[in-house]
């Protein structure tokens, strides 16, 4: 039974970064853009919706995270198309002016200069708790579960959908061939300031939600956020193939909860010793190296055999 608990507690945090691992596969893998906006787009969401709650407005707060993220991803988009940035450079930009801004948004409240905030139980979870009259710590962590994978389910099948419209279909034809959709007559430009804002609002989702998980927003929650997406996203690649965005998006959020169950287990067993928390970022690198590690490795393996087929002819 505590053994359930534990891994009961971190399916909120699976589910609720997979929608960071959709955010990234929609630059990286759909529109083929290195985006590194990540890091700057969660922290704007977290405070933003930290802000919005603390105001009383809970389920407000995710929108206005989601909002946030957009607003990231339409400045390195305008980086990118308007002002002819090269997108690694754009992503880092943005970044670093996010966390200057995140830092004076995190000033504004009544206890002045700060770097982190309490959400005094005003989260969209608190008030679901308060709906069903549901009290205990385990009973918390089912409200989160459930709620979590309302949320996440429900983005993945808008997102689905909409790579399945007209728009979608051209952001999807943009990052396959930019030159050929602007022989079309199509706005290149526009569709990857699209893609980049939807991108991460997703990521802006994913951290007010993850601040609301926690209780509290911090100024260092966004450290790590883009290789958790990366690793994400390869582990479900790994798992699932590289296939259409219908099947991507559903493997980015499975390499989530994959991911973060991985990481669990080797906390939970001590797999590095009593270090085993203190590792988290070296056990996140050492499963994105042997996932990446998994083609070359298969490749090897069917050499080999052709090799000793031909031996034995």
Known sequence: ??????????????????????????????????????????????????????????????????????????????????????????????????????????????????????????????????????????????????????????????AIWFFKTQTGLRIRATGDNPAMVEASSIDVDKMKILALMLANALIGLSGALASQS??????????????????????GEAVFGKRGPTIGLISAVMGSVIYKLIVAFVIRNNIFGDKSANLMKFTCALIVAITLAIPAVKKYIAQQKLRKADKGC
């Open 1 to 158: 039974m505590i053994e359930l608990q534990y891994y009961l507690t971190n399916l909120p945090d699976c589910l609720i970064y997979g929608l960071l691992a959709m955010g990234i596969y929609i630059s990286l893998r759909i529109m083929n853009i290195p985006d590194l906006t990540t890091e700057g787009s969660f922290g704007f969401g977290v405070v933003v919706s930290a802000l919005t709650a603390l105001a009383g407005h809970p389920l407000l707060a995710l929108l206005a995270g989601f909002a946030a993220g957009a607003v990231a991803g339409l400045v390195t988009g305008l980086l990118q198309t308007k002002l002819e940035v090269h997108e690694v450079l754009a992503g880092i930009i943005t970044m670093s002016g996010l966390c200057s801004i995140n830092l004076v948004l995190y000033s504004l409240t009544e206890k002045g200069a700060t770097t982190n905030l309490s959400y005094d139980k005003k989260t969209v979870f608190e008030l679901v708790k308060s709906i069903w009259g549901i009290s205990g710590q385990f009973n918390t962590s089912i409200v989160k579960t459930i709620v979590s994978f309302i949320i996440v389910v429900l983005a993945l099948a808008i």
């Open 214 to 235: 926690l209780g509290y927003s911090d100024i260092n929650t966004t450290n790590g956020t883009l290789i958790y997406g990366l690793a994400a996203v390869i582990i």
